[in-house]
């Protein structure tokens, strides 16, 4: 049985944090070096913290890593091996609540955020709760990196989606969820809703973590002034005349499995199960056809809805 979260009416009387201690959690495994040094170069002015979460990187990475931490510039927790993207999220945000850490920002190594991002959110938090809203995250605008090219929020009103455009740039849209990276979380959201899941490892673990987050009564919100630039999945591959971003058949297995497993929770509402549903069945063909090797991404899609239907989660293999 799931455990149950605080709500916010019962999280709300609790006496608000003096300070604003915004510490930044940036989970990497086998990064581009120079992508990694910009991104921490372009963070560690805007927080009050920084701490490096490494998924079981090589030698050389570890030991940039520990020059950066050497000069005082960053922390730098360093797992043995590959657990997860939700795992390491977790270890950063007890490293940065131990640190008296009010609000977690979550990066991962694709990420680089505009010079004044954590600033905006900071402020676009605190005007969403002077209103009276129970903002569970707020998150940037994304630029994809490869195709150079803004996105979009949305948010599911039905079985319809609604795409959310920043017309004038200072929008500030109610959204389904946000990508982990760029998310800024007030640590008393997450001592409410509760840790990452851990188990998925990666792919959806930002959106269960949001779901749960609305069963408590909170809400994501899309601060369009704020802007990050972000790679979303591998080298995109011409379609049609268009470049659509891919990403290795191991990918697609967490994403199948762990899409699949949370259809089959009982407290997942059903709207978005057929909304996200109808998403995932699009993705299933057009990654059949398109994606290469073709045999494999179709083999690792299959395995994955297997697994998400049999609830083996955790680490592939």
Same mark, same amino acid.
């Given at each position: 049985?799931?455990?149950?979260?605080?709500?916010?009416?019962?999280?709300?009387?609790? @006496? *608000?944090?003096?300070?604003?201690?915004?510490?930044?959690?940036?989970?990497?495994?086998? *990064?581009?070096?120079?992508?990694?040094?910009?991104?921490?170069?372009?963070?560690?002015?805007?927080?009050?913290?920084?701490?490096?979460?490494?998924?079981?990187?090589?030698?050389?990475?570890? &030991?940039? =890593?520990?020059?950066?931490?050497?000069?005082?510039?960053? $922390?730098?927790?360093? =797992?043995?091996?590959?657990?997860?993207?939700?795992?390491?999220?977790?270890?950063? +945000?007890?490293?940065?609540?131990?640190?008296?850490?009010?609000?977690?920002?979550?990066?991962?190594?694709?990420? =680089?955020?505009?010079?004044?991002?954590?600033?905006?959110?900071?402020?676009?938090?605190?005007?969403?709760?002077?209103?009276?809203?129970?903002? &569970?995250?707020?998150?940037?605008?994304?630029?994809? /990196?490869?195709?150079?090219?803004?996105?979009?929020?949305?948010?599911?009103?039905?079985?319809?989606?609604?795409?959310?455009?920043?017309?004038?740039? #200072?929008?500030?849209?109610?959204?389904?969820?946000?990508?982990? &990276?760029?998310?800024? +979380? *007030? #640590?008393?959201? =997450?001592? /409410?809703?509760?840790?990452?899941?851990?188990?998925?490892?990666?792919?959806?673990?930002?959106?269960?973590?949001?779901?749960?987050?609305?069963?408590?009564? %909170?809400?994501?919100?899309?601060?369009? /002034?704020?802007?990050? +630039?972000?790679?979303?999945?591998?080298?995109?591959?011409?379609?049609?005349?268009?470049?659509? *971003?891919?990403?290795? &058949?191991?990918? $697609?297995?967490?994403?199948? @499995?762990?899409?699949?497993?949370?259809?089959?929770?009982?407290?997942?509402?059903?709207?978005?199960?057929?909304?996200?549903?109808?998403?995932?069945?699009?993705?299933?063909? %057009?990654? /059949?056809?398109?994606?290469?090797?073709?045999?494999?991404?179709?083999?690792?899609?299959? @395995?994955? +809805?297997?697994?998400?239907?049999?609830?083996?989660?955790?680490?592939?293999?």
């Amino acid at each position: 049985m799931q455990k149950r979260c605080l709500t916010w009416q019962e999280l709300r009387p609790a @006496r *608000p944090m003096d300070k604003t201690t915004t510490i930044a959690v940036v989970v990497c495994y086998e *990064p581009d070096l120079a992508r990694l040094t910009e991104l921490l170069s372009a963070t560690r002015p805007q927080v009050d913290a920084l701490v490096v979460v490494d998924n079981g990187s090589d030698v050389e990475v570890e &030991s940039v =890593l520990a020059e950066m931490a050497l000069h005082g510039e960053i $922390h730098v927790l360093l =797992l043995s091996e590959n657990s997860g993207l939700a795992y390491a999220q977790n270890q950063g +945000i007890e490293w940065a609540r131990s640190q008296g850490a009010s609000h977690i920002l979550l990066l991962d190594q694709d990420s =680089l955020p505009a010079k004044n991002m954590v600033g905006i959110l900071l402020a676009a938090h605190a005007e969403l709760l002077a209103a009276g809203l129970c903002p &569970s995250a707020v998150g940037p605008r994304l630029t994809d /990196a490869h195709l150079q090219r803004r996105t979009s929020f949305f948010r599911s009103e039905g079985l319809r989606t609604r795409w959310l455009n920043c017309e004038t740039g #200072i929008e500030t849209h109610a959204v389904d969820g946000l990508i982990a &990276s760029g998310s800024l +979380i *007030p #640590i008393t959201v =997450l001592a /409410a809703v509760g840790p990452m899941n851990g188990d998925l490892f990666i792919d959806y673990v930002d959106r269960e973590w949001h779901l749960r987050a609305r069963r408590c009564g %909170f809400q994501a919100f899309g601060i369009c /002034a704020a802007n990050m +630039i972000h790679r979303l999945g591998d080298e995109p591959v011409k379609v049609a005349g268009q470049a659509v *971003p891919m990403h290795q &058949s191991l990918r $697609h297995y967490y994403y199948f @499995r762990n899409a699949v497993w949370l259809y089959r929770q009982s407290w997942v509402p059903w709207v978005w199960k057929l909304s996200d549903g109808w998403r995932l069945i699009r993705k299933f063909v %057009f990654y /059949a056809v398109f994606a290469h090797p073709r045999r494999a991404h179709l083999a690792m899609m299959l @395995r994955g +809805i297997r697994h998400g239907m049999a609830n083996r989660l955790g680490k592939f293999g």
